[in-house]
């Protein structure tokens, strides 16, 4: 697994203590005077954003299973301490949200007791279709005819452009609702965050493991930009929503095209081999 992959991975283990973290500076009265998080000056928000890059910069020393674990743990560890913390400082209904975040935290520590390595890694998918996409090149290696693809191909074919897309969101959901702030690009803004960090960033990250949920959930995303931008009437998110409902077109493209290459040589009475660099026979 490469370092990019592991970053991803170790992204979407520390988002459970990432919150956990929020929540805390949300509900903490430190300091005294400052309001709530969401009135609280930008550069905080960066802050959360900067701690969770770096604990997921971390992470990537570990490999899946131990980084699950340990991530699970300090979410738990977070989400106990928190309601301790509340508890001792006598505030309203601790007893109750001591009883909530402990379950909270018994339920990350059961999952990190649990965790096997078949639910880490998964390739399954991720072969079958790096299989079917090189059944093309791979029965002309079988012809020993030298293949290279032209360089638009390969940029189309880099596996990071959904990040790249979520980054882009990300941002300019954060340009229009804390720059521009101003008529509805301030609503537009806030919510088009919302929709990047909880459904776009979930489908870029799982399109490996569950390629059937992350397409559902950029139909969500391009469902949810699409109604923002009939309400705002801004010509950026119904890009946005262009871009999240392209998503699920371009890997059933995909996907189809790989499934007529390969149809294709066996019809030729090829059999192509899925490991590339070696040779297949017919």
Partial sequence: MNRPTRFYLALHATLAVALAGAMALHLAPIPPHWPALAQRPTWTVWVLIGLWLALSAAGVALRPLPLWRVALGAAGAALLALGLSGLALGTALAGS?????????????????????????????????????????????????PIRA??????????????????????????????????????SGMAGLLVAFFLALPAATLRHWWPRWAAALWLLAGAAYVGLAHKS????????????????????GKTVAARTSLGTARHRGQTPNPRPGTESTA
């Fill in 97 to 145: 949200l001591l009883a909530g975040l402990g379950a909270c935290a018994l339920a990350c520590a059961a999952l990190a007791a649990v965790m096997a390595p078949a639910r880490i890694h998964a390739p399954r998918a991720a072969t079958r279709a790096a299989g079917a996409a090189g059944a093309f090149v791979n029965a002309a290696q079988a012809d020993s005819t």
């Fill in 233 to 252: 009437g801004l010509p950026q998110v119904a890009v946005a929503a262009a871009l999240c409902l392209w998503q699920p077109m371009w890997a059933m």
């Fill in 150 to 187: 032209p360089w638009w191909q390969r940029m189309a074919a880099w596996p990071h452009w959904p990040f790249v897309v979520v980054a882009a969101l990300a941002l300019e959901s954060f340009r229009l609702g804390h720059i521009v702030a101003a008529g509805a690009a301030r609503p």
